[in-house]
């Protein structure tokens, strides 16, 4: 199994800044894909930015240019580099890995971008 922690969410003002952080422990030497997934109020989860374990990357169309994805394979780490923040970025963060045919999900960190 693999534990996924978020941290790094918060409140900031549109334009700002924000960096979130993803720690897995347990059997990470057979996590292949990360990703960043986000669910704002009322809306179902989306896809923010992916990452495969050779460095391939996507971003869903409304954060290309603003949000950057990478990840630590040593360190067992993912990261979201924010910027640019708009209102409608507005929601928890979910980590998810894929070890294998299964998925884990961290328990999701706030964002929150006022105007």
């Known amino acids: 199994q693999v534990q996924l922690v978020e941290s790094g969410g918060g409140l900031v003002q549109a334009g700002g800044s924000l960096r979130l952080s993803c720690a897995a422990s347990?059997?990470?030497?057979?996590?292949?894909?990360m990703g960043w997934y986000r669910q704002a109020p009322g809306k179902q989860r989306e896809l923010v930015a992916s990452i495969t374990n050779g460095g391939s990357t996507d971003y869903a169309d409304s954060v290309k240019g603003r949000f950057t994805i990478s990840r630590d394979n040593a360190k067992n780490t993912m990261s979201l580099q924010m910027n640019s923040l708009k209102p409608e970025d507005t929601a928890v963060y979910y980590c998810r890995v894929t070890l294998g045919n299964i998925l884990y999900w961290g328990q999701g960190t706030q964002v929150i971008v006022s105007s």
């Open positions: 347990g059997r990470t030497f057979r996590i292949s894909a």
